[in-house]
T-cell receptor, first 115, second 110 residues
Framework: EAGVAQSPRYKIIEKRQSVAFWCNPI?????LYWYQQILGQGPKLLIQ????????DSQLPKDRFSAERLKGVDSTLKIQPAKLEDSAVYLC?????????????FGPGTRLTVL | RKEVEQDPGPFNVPEGATVAFNCTYS??????FFWYRQDCRKEPKLLMS???SGNEDGRFTAQLNRASQYISLLIRDSKLSDSATYLC???????????FGKGTMLLVSP
C-alpha cells in the first residue's frame, strides 16, 4: 500500500514570498491533516479535512495560510506571504477513520526554510 | 500549564537498559492516548495506543493513570534501533484532533 505522498521535499524561499505544498493521502482515507513541526517541538495541527470539508482550522493563521482539498483527495497548503517564523517541516497525515482514535499515517514532510 | 508535557530529555542509556518516559496532560476529559516514534529527520509513526488497563507490545509497555492525568512508556532491553524521539499524543474530548507533546529523545549507545 502506497503511503502519504508530499512534494516538494525541500523548499527555500525569501520572506514575503509565496509557497505551496502538495499532499496525496493514502487511497481511501477520508481524513487529511496538515501539521507544522518547528525544530525541537512536536507537530502542531494546522487544519483537518473530512473528505473535502474543514473539520478544524482553529490553529491555522488565516491571514497568511490557506488550504484546500478539492474532490476530497489531494490537498494543497499555501503560505502567502511567508515569514521567518514559518521555517518548519510541514507534515501531511491521513487516516481512514476518526484519527483521534485511530492511527494517523504521516508523509515524509516538506522542509521549508524562509530566509 | 501546557496541554501535553513530557520529560525534556535527552535520555542516554546503554544497550540492554530499561528506560521510562513520562507524560502528563492537562485536560481531564481526554479520551485517547498514543505514543508515536519519530526517527531523526523522518515522519512520526504510531508506536502504540495506550489503554486504561495498560498494554504491552514486546519490550514496550504503556500505562495510563487517568486520576493523575499521567501516561508512561517503558522500554526494556534497549536496542540501538530504539534511538529516536518518543512523542506523547492525546485527544481532547469533543475534538477529533490530536495534541502532541514536544517529545523525548532517546539515545542508546553500544
Amino acid at each position: 500500500e502506497a503511503g502519504v505522498a508530499q512534494s516538494p521535499r525541500y523548499k527555500i524561499i525569501e520572506k514575503r514570498q509565496s509557497v505551496a505544498f502538495w499532499c496525496n493521502p493514502i487511497s481511501g482515507h477520508a481524513t487529511l491533516y496538515w501539521y507544522q513541526q518547528i525544530l525541537g517541538q512536536g507537530p502542531k495541527l494546522l487544519i483537518q479535512f473530512q473528505n473535502n470539508g474543514v473539520v478544524d482550522d482553529s490553529q491555522l493563521p488565516k491571514d497568511r495560510f490557506s488550504a484546500e482539498r478539492l474532490k476530497g483527495v489531494d490537498s494543497t497548503l499555501k503560505i502567502q506571504p511567508a515569514k521567518l517564523e514559518d521555517s518548519a517541516v510541514y507534515l501531511c497525515a491521513s487516516s481512514s477513520l476518526d484519527g483521534a482514535y485511530n492511527e494517523q499515517f504521516f508523509g515524509p514532510g516538506t522542509r521549508l526554510t524562509v530566509l | 500549564r501546557k496541554e501535553v508535557e513530557q520529560d525534556p530529555g535527552p535520555f542516554n542509556v546503554p544497550e540492554g537498559a530499561t528506560v521510562a518516559f513520562n507524560c502528563t496532560y492537562s485536560n481531564s476529559a481526554s479520551q485517547s492516548f498514543f505514543w508515536y516514534r519519530q526517527d531523526c529527520r523522518k515522519e512520526p509513526k504510531l508506536l502504540m495506543s495506550v489503554y486504561s488497563s495498560g498494554n504491552e507490545d514486546g519490550r514496550f509497555t504503556a500505562q495510563l493513570n487517568r486520576a493523575s492525568q499521567y501516561i508512561s512508556l517503558l522500554i526494556r532491553d534497549s536496542k540501538l534501533s530504539d534511538s529516536a524521539t518518543y512523542l506523547c499524543v492525546v485527544n481532547h474530548s469533543g475534538y477529533s484532533t490530536l495534541t502532541f507533546g514536544k517529545g523525548t529523545m532517546l539515545l542508546v549507545s553500544p
